[in-house]
């Protein structure tokens, strides 16, 4: 973290160091500062100095009689901590943790200090805080769905999400429920945590997925960009085109063939009105007959 290694800078070449606050943050994998200051010299060869948790049940560190003793440290600190010996004696008690660890997380310290017979217990406290940076997140898109995955991993603690629509004006919006369909957040073995969240992007020119760590106030994010024309890929499209067209083409053929069932249906049935006469029709021999009497003045 910056301010951590502005004040490593600081305690190294021998500046002032700025009283410890009540929390310290820190990067696990890094080395952490927990800055601690006396107001007033002393002299290092008749003080013992306790570096420990509150609950004394751990040391982290231990300084008496002019030299470090490690003999009693606690095993999880063994070869993770560093003291400024040659600083001591003008009232710089910070100690670096290094590496710092995911177990040191929460931990509440303290500092004994021993001078002279006259004890002072509880300088110097603090709680750690423990970050470990998640991974640049993978924006996955659905261009069917119009949806967009955001996943990432391997952070602590549980981090904050957000999404980030661009449209095609170059205008942008939060996404919020209901356009953020789903928020998975899940702890893993180690401790760290994984998170995959799934976003509506319908109208979105490129969307933007940060992830927040509130410990280490670092943000990773990422932007993926969709097609620039909306909707469905080109050869759905192209595929379901040619399905509109055939279903069209058999509505065409079955309106044509209903329609010529229809007309052939009226020509048959006006061809049997003009056939039904109201009196039977005279038979070609009665013609003939009829014909032949009237020429002969009705005598036959």
Not at 150 to 164: K, R, V
């Amino acid at each position: 973290m910056e301010k951590k290694s502005f004040y490593f800078f600081f305690a190294l070449y021998g500046f002032p160091l700025v009283a410890a606050s009540s929390e310290t943050n820190g990067t696990r994998g890094e080395p952490l500062l927990w800055q601690c200051t006396l107001s007033k010299q002393f002299d290092p060869q008749k003080v013992s100095i306790y570096w420990q948790n509150q609950n004394n049940t751990e040391m982290l560190h231990y300084y008496r009689n002019g030299k470090e003793d490690l003999e009693h440290q606690s095993l999880p600190f063994k070869n993770r901590t560093k003291i400024f010996p040659d600083q001591l004696r003008s009232g710089n008690l910070s100690l670096i943790i290094d590496p710092l660890m995911h177990e040191d997380n929460l931990k509440s310290l303290k500092v004994v200090f021993n001078h002279a017979r006259e004890i002072k217990d509880k300088l110097c406290q603090t709680m750690v805080h423990v970050a470990a940076n998640f991974k640049e997140p993978n924006i996955e898109i659905n261009q069917k769905k119009m949806t967009a995955t955001c996943i990432t991993q391997g952070g602590f603690p549980e981090p904050e999400l957000a999404w980030i629509s661009t449209d095609h004006e170059g205008h942008e919006r939060a996404l919020e429920p209901p356009d953020v369909l789903t928020l998975q957040i899940h702890k893993e073995e180690d401790g760290t945590y994984s998170v995959i969240s799934t976003a509506n992007i319908t109208g979105s020119k490129t969307v933007t997925c940060n992830v927040y760590n509130p410990t280490s106030n670092k943000t990773v994010g990422a932007t993926a960009d969709l097609p620039a024309v909306e909707g469905l890929p080109v050869a759905e499209t192209a595929g379901i085109g040619v399905f509109i067209v055939a279903i069209v083409l058999v509505v065409l053929i079955v309106l044509v063939v209903l329609v010529g069932l229809a007309a052939f249906g009226y020509k048959k049935y006006h061809q049997q009105r003009q056939r039904r006469p109201d009196s039977p029709e005279p038979s070609a021999a009665y013609l003939s007959n009829g014909a032949l009497l009237a020429e002969n003045g009705g005598v036959c």
